[in-house]
C-alpha cells in the first residue's frame, strides 16, 4: 500500500510537472518569438540559423528550469495550504468513527491558507460537538431507562413470587395483584412517554395549527381529575377567562395540561388547594397551574424539566420523571414559553405562555 502511494505520488507530481513545462514552453514561446521579431525590425538584424538554434536551446533549457522551480514551489504550496489541513481533517474524522467525540481540529493561520479550509474545520468542530452531545444523552438515556425499567420490574417480580404462596388470604392476594397491576401500569406509562418524547425529538410529530377555545380545553383536561382532588380533598380555584382562542396544535397543549394537572394534584397534600387561571394579552394566552404542594429548592427547579429527573425521590413511583420533559419539549415545538416559581413548603406555580396567532 505505502509503495502504491509513491508511484501515485510521483506520477501527480510529474503531471504537475509536464502541465507547468506545456504552459511556460507556450509563454516563453509566443513571448521570445514576439521580442525577436520586434527586436530584428527595430535593428534592422539578419538572423542566422545557427543565432536562432543557440536561443532556441537555451529557451529550451530556461523552460525546463523554469517549470521545475514552479512545480517544486506548487507541491510546497499544495503541501501547506491543502495537504496538511486536509490530512489533519481526515485523522479526527477517523478519530470519531471510532467513537472519540472529543476531538478538534485547529484552524489553520490566515498565511498558510485561505478561508474556505477555516471554514470547513469550523464547521466539523460544530458537527464533532453536537455528536458527542448526542452521543452523552443516549448513553445518559438508556442508562436511566435501564434504572427505571428496573424498578418496576423488580416490584413485580417480588409481588409476583409472593402470589405463588398457598396460603395467602384474599386481602393480601388482591394487595399484591395491585403491586403488580401498578408495575406494569408505570412501566406502560414510561413506554408511552418515551415514544412520544422520540417521535417530537426526531420530529416525527408536526403541529397541526387550528384555532380553538383555550379556556374550554383548560375545563376539559380539568374535569378528567375531579375523582383525584374529590378523593383526596383538594380545593379547586379557577380563574378562566371565556372567549380565548389561539392557533395551535390542541393534541399537544392536551399533553401539557394534562402532565402539569397531574403534577399538581400528585405533589398537592390532602386538603391543600390547586388554582387554574387563564388571562389574555394582545399577542399570547397566560395559563397559570398552581399548588400548595411540597414545593422545590431553585437547585431542582433548575433540572425539572430534563428527562428522568424527580426532585422529590419519595414520590418517585407515581412518576417516571418525563413528565415535564415533554411538557417543555411541545411547548418549544409550538413556539411557547413555560416557567416555574416555587418555594420549598409553598407549593409551585407553572407559567405557560402561548401565542394567540
Known sequence: MKSEGKVRAVLKWLNNYLTFFALVAFVTTCC???FVSTLSDTLKLTLTGENLSAAAKLTF???IILSLVFSVIDAIRRKVTVE???KRIAEAAEKIMQGDFSVRVQEQGSFATDDSFNQIIECFNKMAEELGSVETLRTDFIANVSHEMKTPLSVM??????LQSPDLTEEKRMEYAKGVTDGSRRMADMMTNILKLSRLENQKIYPKKEEFDLGEQLCECLLQYESVWEKANIEIDTDIAENISVKADA???????NNLFSNAFKFTPPCGSVRVSMSATEHHAVVKVADTGCGMTPEVGAHIFEKFYQGDTSRA?????LGLALVKKVVDIIQGEISVESAVSKGSTFTVRIRRG
Open 84 to 86: 496538511k489541513p486536509a
Open 317 to 321: 413511583s407515581q412518576g417516571n420523571g
Open 61 to 63: 533549457f530556461n523552460v
Open 157 to 162: 417480580q417480588n409481588y409476583g413470587t409472593l
Open 251 to 257: 393534541e399537544l397543549l392536551s399533553l401539557v395540561w
Open 32 to 34: 521570445m518569438m514576439l
